[in-house]
């Protein structure tokens, strides 16, 4: 690793690092989990979304371990590379672009289809490339002072969330959600495994901003874990309150399954639902600000190390933030609203999520085989099971989706070798030249 190298500001605390991750994550209880009623129905999802939950709650007990010992914006990069050196490091890196990458641009359609659902008119496309030109901006403000909106909108999100559920409790009915239960039986719980995990996805994310907390190894920890907590109480409650107010099958098409709910309920012309519209947008905002905080930070780091162009390592000397690395990723996002749809997003995005997942629990195994003098103020607890259940049941996922989504899978190992194959060129050519 370089030993001079550009520094980021030090602004955070741990209600900011809980406001990143739930923020980080939040949008997917919106949107974008309604896809796996489709191919699992509405209990083959909920058990899907079960065996994800027991994956999260074991992987970030185990991975606050790796981000409180080595607290870089690379995240799990960083942990891989201290592992298994270069080509693990760009396994991981690879895999957390691909998640954050493809998450936002996911993030971007449901924004643009909910202000779509409010105003007809308004393009979803326009919406979309015009929430990255915003965002993007506010993020070049300064870390501090876009935690502290990042905080704001996940506030107001949860509020949204408690009203919406409580507004539609009253007309939720378990026969409703018990409808056609599991329409694909038992493989269909495992081809909603993607949709389920989108309820969690990008949560690793607080690690990318590790080295901006002060005291971070208390403050990572205390973030980490009240956040997974919020977002497991959340996802399961959403989904199940969605579901008891129609037919999944009339819900599990759209980007904006709480907006239909909520009409369904109220009427599409109550002012009510026009307002429960409105503030759904803070989640999908908190998200979306969230994870361009994250995924800036990935490509600083894997710039910075060499991965990437350096120049994408520039920090700005007065705010102190990646500008290149958050204009880059923007563009990118950016192309890949034009190319693919939300559903097709969501799958990479996961993918790419649970790579990470099992590169960084074989990172947490041998690190604490090859330096267990590292100093690590957090220990995973129950360890070694907390870490081999997250990493078998990331295993289990990732064969689902190479057998449910075979070509997207392709696209993603594809890219993959691609990489791998000019990384490894370039480092026989450099040392051919010496």
């Known amino acids: 690793m370089a030993d001079k190298s550009p520094v980021l500001k030090k602004a955070l605390g741990p209600v900011h690092l809980w406001a990143i991750g739930v923020g980080l994550v939040i949008?997917?209880?919106?949107?974008?989990?309604?896809?796996?009623?489709?191919?699992?129905?509405?209990?083959?999802?909920?058990?899907?979304?079960?065996?994800i939950t027991v994956l999260y709650i074991t992987f970030i007990f185990s991975?606050?371990?790796?981000?409180?010992?080595?607290?870089?914006?690379?995240?799990?990069?960083?942990?891989?590379?201290?592992?298994?050196?270069?080509?693990?490091?760009?396994?991981?890196?690879?895999?957390?672009?691909i998640e954050f990458l493809f998450a936002t641009?996911?993030?971007?359609?449901?924004?643009?289809?909910?202000?779509?659902?409010?105003?007809?008119?308004?393009p979803v496309m326009w919406c979309s490339v015009g929430a990255f030109v915003v965002f993007t901006?506010?993020?070049?403000l300064g870390i501090k002072e876009a935690a502290w909106f990042s905080l704001i909108m996940t506030i107001i999100a949860i509020g949204e969330l408690l009203l919406f559920i409580g507004v539609v409790y009253p007309h939720t009915s378990l026969d409703t959600f018990l409808h056609n239960p599991m329409?694909?039986?038992w493989s269909g719980v495992f081809a909603a495994l993607p949709f389920a995990i989108w309820l969690f996805v990008c949560l690793e994310g607080i690690a990318m901003?590790?080295?901006?907390?002060?005291?971070?190894?208390?403050?990572?920890?205390?973030?980490?874990?009240?956040?997974?907590?919020?977002?497991?109480?959340?996802?399961?409650?959403?989904?199940?309150?969605v579901g008891g107010i129609t037919h999944w099958e009339n819900l599990d098409?759209?980007?904006?399954?709480?907006?239909?709910?909520?009409?369904?309920?109220?009427?599409?012309?109550?002012p009510l639902t026009k307002f429960f519209t409105s503030v759904g947008l803070f989640g999908l905002i908190a998200s979306f600000h969230g994870i361009i905080i994250s995924y800036s930070r990935q490509i600083f780091a894997l710039a910075r190390e060499g991965y990437l162009p350096r120049g994408l390592s520039v920090v700005n000397s007065s705010r102190q933030v990646p500008v290149w690395a958050l204009l880059v990723g923007a563009l990118f996002g950016i192309g890949a609203l034009a190319l693919l749809d939300t559903s097709k997003l969501v799958i990479l995005s996961t993918i790419g999520a649970v790579v990470v997942y099992i590169i960084s629990m074989l990172s947490l195994f041998?690190?604490?085989?090859?330096?267990?003098?590292?100093?690590?103020?957090?220990?995973?607890?129950?360890?070694?099971?907390?870490?081999?259940?997250?990493?078998?049941?990331?295993?289990v996922a990732l064969a689902a989706m190479i057998y449910f989504y075979s070509n997207l899978s392709l696209l993603f190992f594809g890219g993959l070798v691609v990489v791998m194959g000019v990384f490894l060129g370039a480092r026989w050519y450099r040392k051919k030249d010496i």
């Open 183 to 185: 329409p694909f039986g």
């Open 27 to 51: 949008s997917g209880e919106y949107f974008g989990w309604n896809y796996g009623w489709g191919v699992a129905g509405s209990v083959g999802l909920l058990m899907a979304a079960l065996l």
């Open 209 to 241: 901003v590790a080295e901006e907390v002060e005291d971070s190894k208390n403050a990572i920890a205390k973030g980490y874990i009240s956040a997974v907590l919020t977002l497991a109480f959340l996802a399961i409650t959403v989904m199940i309150s």
């Open 63 to 97: 991975f606050t371990e790796l981000t409180t010992a080595i607290p870089n914006a690379g995240g799990p990069f960083a942990y891989a590379f201290r592992a298994f050196g270069p080509v693990g490091a760009l396994v991981a890196g690879y895999a957390t672009l």
């Open 253 to 270: 098409h759209l980007d904006y399954p709480m907006p239909e709910a909520i009409a369904i309920v109220l009427g599409r012309q109550n």
């Open 137 to 140: 901006g506010i993020n070049l």
């Open 366 to 395: 041998q690190l604490r085989k090859i330096q267990p003098a590292l100093p690590r103020s957090f220990r995973a607890p129950f360890y070694p099971v907390f870490p081999a259940v997250a990493l078998l049941i990331a295993v």
């Open 105 to 122: 641009p996911a993030i971007a359609l449901a924004l643009g289809s909910y202000i779509h659902f409010l105003y007809p008119s308004v």
